[in-house]
């Protein structure tokens, strides 16, 4: 197992649990506990997880981990989520897509949508994005006519971000924002490890007549740094099957459709 496997892996163990035992670790992915060690030391330089002895815990805050190493992470969960997401979009309709994992998985449903494909080959759905990779593989997409915000971007996630983004996102007009955030909470609403992705997300957001949450039951009840929208500014969250009833009733009572995929 490589090493950003291992990491997928122990987070979603800290996920899962709240904790990380070296030995319970070592003997579930089949590895050396000197190697969970070094794994757990190097996640904790990165301020991902707090070392403890004999393992590690998680933080209070949800953790930032690279796209690069989140593309395994609740693969299934998040291929279903976008699914039930790309259902949304409405022939002809414009659609704001911000980065990440679940928003990627999104993109990708939208082009298996067999409606979606205007007489002739033109383009049946716009897809406004501040994401790289999204606008990469929609590019070469004949039934989507893609925009692609202006901006510089950031590495973690592939996201533009600065005034050249904000410039294209204030003269468009969204149907429909699909965001995927880091964290959602009650109180806090959907936040953002880093305040520049949650600016341009904001923004994102209201633009849009609707606005729809993408987010695996993992990040239910956290919360990260930086602020997108409030609770109130959301139409519907989809989730998956993981979060149980007593997980997504606060969101259902505060006005928000949920959908558990």
């Known amino acids: ?11 979603d163990l800290l996920a899962r649990d709240g904790r ?24 904790a330089q990165q301020q991902m997880l707090t070392r403890t002895r004999g393992g590690a815990v998680a933080h209070n805050l949800s953790y930032d981990l690279p796209l690069r190493y989140k593309t395994a992470r609740r693969a299934s969960e998040k291929q279903r989520i976008a699914v039930a ?30 409606d979606l494909s205007a007489p002739g080959g033109g383009p049946a759905v716009t897809v406004v994005t501040n994401a790289l990779n999204i606008a990469n593989e929609l590019a070469v997409r004949p039934q989507v006519k893609i925009v ?15 005034p050249l983004a904000t410039g294209v996102l204030d003269q ?11 964290a959602l909470d009650t109180v806090q609403g ?8 949650a600016s341009i997300n904001h923004l994102m957001a209201g633009r849009a007549t609707r606005v729809a949450v993408v987010a695996d039951s993992s ?22 099957t993981g979060a149980d009833e007593e997980l997504v009733a606060p969101y259902t009572e505060a006005g928000v459709r949920v959908v558990r995929a």
């Open 148 to 162: 692609l915000t202006g901006g510089v971007a950031r590495p973690q996630s592939f996201e533009l971000m600065g």
């Open 219 to 240: 990040k239910l009840g956290r919360r990260a740094f930086a602020r997108i929208c409030a609770l109130d500014e959301i139409d519907v969250l989809i989730t998956d």
């Open 1 to 11: 197992m490589k090493r950003p496997e291992r990491w997928n892996a122990l987070l």
């Open 20 to 43: 990380i035992d070296v030995e319970e670790a070592a003997a579930e992915l089949a590895v050396s506990a000197a190697t969970i060690r070094r794994d757990l030391d190097e996640l």
């Open 190 to 197: 959907a936040t953002a490890h880093h305040e520049g992705e």
């Open 172 to 182: 468009v007009s969204l149907d429909l924002a699909i965001l995927g955030v880091d």
């Open 85 to 114: 997401a790309a259902r949304l979009a409405e022939p002809g309709s414009i659609v704001g897509l911000n980065g990440g994992t679940t928003t990627t998985e999104v993109a990708r449903a939208l082009t298996l949508r067999g």
